[in-house]
């Protein structure tokens, strides 16, 4: 047999495919048909990572920086090495950045080491930020820290909402079960100031100033009070703090709201009516890199919440994740707020449960991300990096700095030249290992080709190195760590090899009470409580209005693009995918800027005319794209075009970091 | 007679650079010759065909061909655009690149015996013309009046000089430059091509045009000859695609119902107009 | 005609597997989909499973295929270039009507005009070509609306007609003539002719009943497309729902467009490297340096249906480009296969 069940580790669809095997080597790949979330279907990414699994440039060797040169080493050298070096370094001195690409047994095991080992919880993934506040939001919320419904059920589908992103770009498996339930009868929204492909697919589309989706959420909310489909009775019995909520809500006045959101209020109140009206509902935001902001998924959950939706069939608050593996890397722990197992790191009771299943005392002191160390924090000297994508070069400067650096990669890459060791790490499809997708579906995914000869397994590397610190640790296999995780995260408590291998994913929580796991919340194992999550902050428009005028009258919005989006390492070693992202810079190759037909007609440009940004901090130069896409008064530049990341944007790294929300008030000057 | 052309299909034969010069900025033109001597003695062409070449470790582009197919030097004038023209600059003499073809149509001489010749040409547009002219000055008894009109955005950006100063000093044979902007020390018109193609007095029944440039020159210049009476069947020009393989094979190169890469790249404009996507 | 019991069809495979490398339909021990692969174990050809997803297209134009290789050494500025051979002949058992139908357009194609493309050429000199009759229509066919089935006419080494108790054998050239008589098939007597025909006829018959997922009737289609005549409303509606995936034309039959690349390998060498591509990605026409003759994703819609279903277009096949697999249907995002397109190129005709 040549073709080989598998799933796909681009996007955190998680879509199962077909791989080509032939000599040892991946030589094509097709969609896997029967697979109960893709149903045979593959996007333009899905459908070329055989030639991502052809590249040879690869890291096949452990390598120690020796001058400006890296000399290849034995693992024996490598591990003593970096052993002799890394004891010297503990708790604040060490950051630990996890690979979103990497299965649940690498995070896991990266987590134990950097907390278990390193004493450290400054433990992060780098597109943590958006996913990580969303668990906390629903945690808080509804007890349930990831998606509530279940994408198989999508079909059956009355109501859809797709708010932020652009979902038909970022996952668009995803997006295309979201349009086949709009073409068998369901109603679907989306809310984007972009005219994104959903937005064209979907039955209404609002429009909001960018920078006021939570406020447009948070009037969708006051609608359904305003119109009276608030049943009260269901409020005081199911959600805590419901009083104080409405209080809140009675403050907003749709009027004020349209005028900023630049919604018009009847389609406000229209929208609250739909989404009131369905038996049940889909909300689907993003999480990762380009994420909501906080107020907006909190206002989304709100809103769920108050429209009585949560515990019902064919529903659910739906966080999307952009990564393969994004989910599983938080469900693992890989983070500073979260212990494996969502458990809380800021209580006692999570330390104590994880030092008795570990068996080693463990360090309290509050953790911060990776990214953040890098900016912050004045004593970081350590610095542990699994296959990262490029954006953390943002950093370099920073990196330069550091004491000792530690990547662990598969692939070639720039921030490999930057490490002080070097371990290769297998290909995915080189070794078992599971990966959680979006809807909580935890897939095995088995090795179908040897590894180039010598490269040992991430998890092997991390035991050994465990072990030359002084904490021996005694797995044989990638599955015996999956027997552990099933011990120390309870979500997973029912999962084995055995069960997986034998069907197409499981949801967690798989459990004593989910024996064949969990397709969407149900309100009565949530405890039946729900808490609406908002804060009462003084002044709720301040940012809002700020903005509008003065001396940078633009709104700019930095989005991601379907065929590259940020993972540049991945995307550039196929051709296809490649190409693809190439063509927008053949025709723009200094990058581009786009603006919508009424600004470009009022400021005289031409499409393709070079423009200055010029923003508080920084300007750059950029061709004109005129797009009826955009709205006036906002302009939009993808995110993809390094030297806007390096540079220009550099500036507003952390800012950008936080979420899609965030804009940037710029002016735009035609260049003669 | 012309003998039956066997063209390079699947393995790229290997030529060796011999010269390289800088022909205007970002362009240069690389002569060539086979390393076979058998392939070198056999490979003829037409003028208006094109080539496959490989830039080794790059990848490959199609590129027209300007020499002659009669005692000529065998080269290709190339700009640097992409990443493999880019490569291929980089390429000292001595150097070897990889050619497959000739692969087109190329220009039909016979069909147009006897006729009025106009070529107009903008920037390097003059490329894929150079051949044809250098022919039909070969055969300079078998055709009528023989023109050229050529413009460029500056002096600097006209193409083959040293041709084109043969060419002015040849007989029976009426050149025209103009570039976009007053220069000191320039000498011809100022102003663009179409301007030059309106000032023309030719008789339409008896003429054929040959006419390459950027779309917008391109464009102007077709309105100025069909002004002037010139049927869309007489105006010939040659079309540029993305192509990967020269054999008809790859689909890059469709348009509409037809194939550039076997079909063209010589066509009518009277073709043109018919194949509905933007030239 | 020649007749093969059940229980004798392991004789012609195990006698085919001494020749060639054997590639048919199995069944997913997970999800028991049907995945036309390479057998290594010949146990696990299903004649009986249904038309796999997957068309046989890739064992002759494969997904990914180096087609040359070469090493240029800098120092000494010499090239060494040698073509990739491909020696293994292959037997494709078990090809149904519609995926035969297809490499002969394929064939019609690469082999025909004006060049003969050597590197297909090459995979296929060394097939041998055993069809097999659809006796029932699957839910997704509607080769009978394209005109390439449910049984194969022309083109295969051996065709298989199954009666309820064995294989009605008809022989297609000198190659299958050799196998049969090889393993010692017996004539399958005088009515075997009309027999066949009667399951085909039934078969054909039954499509209104079994064949449910897709009604593509064509010939309007194909005239509207021919002329043009299609308002581009009825592809900006199209072209919305596309999702940019190329999967309509990975899993055709027919398509044949292929990219070319120069990968580096380690070592110094390059291999030239020949994929599969697709008229519906924006960077397929792109030139190198500012100019996209066809830009909008409604063009790029357009320009494929084009390709499968005009008159025009059909002198590359000498029949339509649709074989009525209805593949592309099941794998498309967005919900426009072809014989969605058709329905609503046809719905903007009748006014419906």
């Not at chain 1, 800027?593 to 009424?598: A, Q």
């Not at chain 3, 002949?89 to 194609?109: E, N, Q, S, V, Y």
Request: hydrophobic share 35%; charged share 25%.
């Amino acid at each position: 047999m040549s073709y080989y069940r598998g799933i796909c580790n681009f996007c955190g669809t998680g879509c199962g495919h077909l791989l080509q095997v032939e000599n040892n080597r991946v030589r094509g790949v097709y969609p896997l048909p029967g697979h109960p979330l893709s149903r045979g279907r593959l996007c333009v990414r899905g459908w070329h990572i055989h030639e991502l699994l052809q590249t040879e440039e690869r890291i096949t060797r452990p390598m120690i920086k020796e001058g400006d040169s890296f000399r290849p080493v034995s693992y024996e050298e490598a591990i003593e090495f970096t052993a002799s070096r890394l004891k010297n370094f503990r708790g604040r001195e060490v950051a630990c950045l996890g690979s979103p690409r990497a299965s649940n047994e690498e995070n896991y095991l990266f987590g134990k080491f950097a907390r278990a080992v390193m004493k450290s919880n400054n433990l992060s993934l780098t597109s943590d930020a958006g996913l990580e506040e969303s668990a906390r939001i629903l945690l808080e919320g509804c007890g349930f820290p990831a998606m509530t419904g279940s994408l198989s059920e999508l079909r059956q589908a009355e109501f859809i909402m797709v708010v932020g992103g652009d979902l038909t770009k970022q996952n668009p498996i995803i997006a295309s079960e979201i349009h086949f339930a709009r073409r068998s009868g369901a109603f679907l929204a989306t809310i984007s100031p972009r005219k994104t492909q959903m937005a064209r697919l979907s039955q209404k589309h609002l429009r909001p100033n960018p920078g006021t989706i939570w406020l447009l959420l948070e009037a969708l909310a006051r609608a359904l009070q305003t119109e009276g489909l608030v049943k009260a009775d269901y409020l005081d019995d199911k959600i805590e703090n419901a009083r104080q909520y409405l209080e809140y809500l009675d403050s907003l006045h749709l009027k004020q709201v349209s005028e900023l959101t630049g919604v018009e209020e009847q389609e406000i109140i229209l929208l609250a009516r739909k989404f009131y009206e369905s038996e049940s509902a889909y909300v689907f935001y993003p999480v990762g890199i380009q994420s909501l902001d906080r107020r907006s998924m909190s206002a989304l959950l709100n809103l769920f919440l108050l429209a009585g939706k949560p515990g019902r069939p064919a529903g659910g608050l739906c966080p999307v994740t952009g990564i393969s593996n994004l989910l599983g890397s938080l469900d693992m722990g890989v983070s500073p707020a979260f212990l494996p197992g969502y458990f809380p790191a800021d209580k006692e009771i999570s330390w104590k449960r994880l030092e008795e299943l570990w068996q080693v005392s463990l360090d309290r002191t509050p953790g911060q991300s990776a990214g953040s160390c890098l900016l912050e924090n004045q004593s970081l000297r350590a610095l542990l990096v699994v296959d990262h994508d490029e954006e953390i070069i943002r950093h370099i400067n920073r990196i330069k700095e550091l004491d000792f650096v530690v990547y662990f990669g598969a692939y070639q890459n720039a921030f490999a030249g930057l490490a002080s060791v070097v371990f290769p790490r297998l290909s995915y499809v080189e070794e078992d290992g599971t990966y959680t997708n979006s809807e909580r579906r935890v897939q095995l995914s088995q090795k179908k080709v040897e590894p180039p000869a010598g490269i040992r397994p991430l998890w092997e590397t991390l035991s050994r190195l465990a072990g030359a610190l002084g904490q021996p640790w005694p797995y044989k296999s990638a599955e015996d760590i999956m027997a552990e995780i099933s011990r120390v995260v309870p979500q997973y408590s029912g999962l084995s090899y055995e069960k997986l291998r034998a069907s197409p994913g499981i949801k967690w929580p798989v459990d004593d009470l989910h024996l064949s796991g969990t397709e969407y919340l149900l309100a009565e194992e949530a405890g039946c409580r729900f808490r609406f999550v908002f804060d009462r902050s003084p002044d709720r428009f301040q940012n809002i209005s700020s903005v509008n005028e003065g001396r940078f009258p633009f709104k700019l919005v930095v989005g991601r693009s379907n065929y590259f989006w940020h993972q540049n390492s991945v995307m550039k070693r196929t051709f296809i995918p490649k190409r693809e992202y190439n063509a927008l810079l053949l025709l723009y190759p200094k990058g581009f800027v786009e603006i919508s037909e009424e600004d470009a007609r009022a400021l005289g440009l031409r499409e393709k005319q070079p423009v200055r940004i010029i923003s508080e901090a920084a300007e750059i130069k950029l061709a004109a794209r005129i797009s009826p896409d955009i709205l006036p008064g906002m302009l939009y530049i993808p995110y993809f075009i390094e030297e806007m990341i390096s540079g220009f944007l550099h500036h507003q790294a952390s800012d950008l970091e936080k979420n899609e929300e965030f804009f940037l008030p710029v002016r735009l000057e035609k260049v003669e | 007679m012309e003998k039956k052309l066997v063209p390079i299909i699947t393995v790229p034969e290997v030529a060796t650079v011999t010269d390289i010069r800088e022909e205007i900025a970002e362009v240069r033109t690389f002569y060539f010759t086979f390393d076979r001597p058998e392939i070198e003695q056999a490979f003829k062409i037409r003028s208006g065909q094109f080539i496959m070449c490989t830039v080794f470790g790059a990848g490959e582009f199609a590129v027209s061909l300007p020499f002659s197919p009669e005692n000529d030097r065998k080269h290709i004038s190339v700009r640097k655009v992409g990443r493999v023209t880019s490569a291929l600059h980089e390429l000292q003499p001595g150097d070897r690149i990889g050619i497959r073809g000739p692969f087109g149509n190329g220009f039909p001489f016979e069909e147009i015996k006897g006729k009025n010749l106009v070529y107009v040409a903008g920037g390097i547009g003059l490329i894929p013309l150079r051949s044809s002219i250098i022919h039909v000055l070969q055969h300079r008894s078998d055709f009528g009046r023989l023109i050229l009109v050529y413009g460029a955005r500056t002096s600097r950006d006209l193409m083959y000089k040293d041709s084109i100063r043969e060419w002015q000093a040849t007989r029976d044979f009426e050149t025209y430059f103009t570039i976009d902007r007053p220069e000191p020390g320039w000498n011809g018109q100022v102003g663009f091509v179409n301007q030059l193609v309106a000032g023309l007095s030719l008789p339409a029944e008896n003429t054929v045009a040959f006419v390459c440039g950027p779309p917008v020159m391109f464009n102007a210049v077709i309105r100025e000859l069909k002004l002037k009476g010139i049927k869309e069947q007489n105006i010939y020009s040659t079309l540029e695609r993305h192509m990967k393989c020269g054999l008809g094979k790859c689909q890059h190169c469709a348009i509409g119902r037809t194939l550039v890469c076997v079909d063209g790249p010589v066509y009518t404009y009277k073709q043109i107009r018919t194949l509905g996507e933007q030239i | 005609m020649y007749w093969l019991s059940g229980d004798k069809v392991s004789l012609l495979v195990d006698r085919l597997a001494e020749d060639y490398a054997v590639y048919g339909p199995r069944r997913d021990e997970v999800s028991g989909e049907v995945i036309f692969d390479r057998l290594n174990l010949l146990s696990r050809l299903d004649l009986q499973a249904a038309i796999p997803y997957n068309p046989p297209k890739y064992v002759l134009f494969p997904q990914y295929e180096e087609i040359i290789k070469y090493l240029y050494e800098r120092q000494s500025r010499k090239v060494t270039i040698e073509k990739i051979d491909k020696l293994q002949p292959k037997a494709l058992i078990g090809l149904r009507a519609c995926d035969l139908t297809g490499i002969l357009c394929l064939d019609r194609f690469f082999l025909g005009q004006e060049f003969v493309d050597e590197v297909y050429l090459e995979h296929r000199q060394k097939l041998f070509l055993i069809s097999n009759t659809c006796v029932r229509p699957f839910p997704q066919c509607f080769c009978v609306c394209t005109d390439s089935g449910p049984a194969a006419r022309e083109g295969f080494d051996l065709d298989l007609t199954f009666t309820g108790q064995g294989y009605l054998v008809l022989v297609g050239s000198r190659k299958g003539q050799r196998l049969v008589e090889e393993i010692g098939l017996q004539e399958a007597g005088p009515e075997a002719m009309a027999r066949r025909k009667k399951i085909i006829d039934e078969s054909v018959s039954s499509f209104d009943n079994f064949a449910l997922e897709n009604k593509a009737w064509i010939s309007r289609a194909t005239n509207r497309l021919t002329t043009g005549f299609i308002k581009p409303e009825v592809w900006e509606y199209i072209g919305n729902q596309c999702f940019e995936c190329g999967a309509c034309s990975f899993v055709c039959p027919t398509c044949s467009c292929f990219n070319v690349e120069d990968v580096n390998r380690m070592g110094g060498a390059t291999d030239r490297v020949r994929t599969w591509d697709s008229c519906s990605f924006e960077g397929y026409t792109k030139m190198a340096g500012d100019h996209n003759p066809r830009k909008p994703v409604e063009d790029r819609r357009n320009k494929r249906f084009f390709c499968k279903l005009s008159y025009s277009q059909s002198k590359k096949y000498l029949r339509p480009g649709c074989v009525g697999c209805g593949r592309c249907a099941r794998v498309c995002p967005g919900d426009i296969g072809l014989p969605n397109v058709v329905t609503y190129i046809r719905r903007e005709i009748t006014g419906e």
